[in-house]
Nanobody, 121 residues
Framework: VQLVESGGGSVQPGGSLRLSCAAS?????MGWFRQAPGKEREGVAG???????RYGDSVKGRFTVSKDNAKSNLYLTMNSLKPEDTGMYYC???????????????????WGQGTQVTVSS
C-alpha cells in the first residue's frame, strides 16, 4: 500500500488547512502523525478499523479526521491553527483494528512521505 499526502502549506495563526492522504489499497486503521524539528513524533488523530476516532489532546476541538472508506482516503481538517501546529505531517496505515493502538506508530505498516504545515505570522 502506498500513501500520498497533500494539502500542506503555510498559513497564518487562526487559519485552516485540509490534509488528504490517498491510499493505493485497502487499509484498516489510519492515522495522522506530526513531527516538528527537534521534537518526537506525535500522534494527531486517527480512525481505527473498528470505527473509533481518537484525537491528540493538543488538537481536540480544532482538528477533525475523516475517512472515505470507498477510496481508503484519510483527511484531516485543521482549524484555528497555532504556531505550535507547525511540523511535517505524516499519514500512516496499519492492519490492526483496535483504537488502543491509534497513537502507537510501531503498529502501522505503511507511511507516507509527509506534507509540511507551517503556521506563522
Amino acid at each position: 500500500v502506498q500513501l500520498v499526502e497533500s494539502g500542506g502549506g503555510s498559513v497564518q495563526p487562526g487559519g485552516s488547512l485540509r490534509l488528504s492522504c490517498a491510499a493505493s489499497g485497502y487499509t484498516s486503521s489510519m492515522g495522522w502523525f506530526r513531527q516538528a524539528p527537534g521534537k518526537e513524533r506525535e500522534g494527531v488523530a486517527g480512525i481505527s478499523g473498528d470505527g473509533n476516532i481518537r484525537y491528540g489532546d493538543s488538537v481536540k476541538g480544532r482538528f477533525t479526521v475523516s475517512k472515505d472508506n470507498a477510496k481508503s482516503n484519510l483527511y484531516l481538517t485543521m482549524n484555528s491553527l497555532k504556531p505550535e501546529d507547525t511540523g511535517m505531517y505524516y499519514c500512516a496505515a496499519g492492519a490492526f483494528a483496535s483504537a488502543a493502538w491509534i497513537f502507537s506508530p510501531w503498529r502501522y505498516d505503511y507511511w507516507g512521505q509527509g506534507t509540511q504545515v507551517t503556521v506563522s505570522s
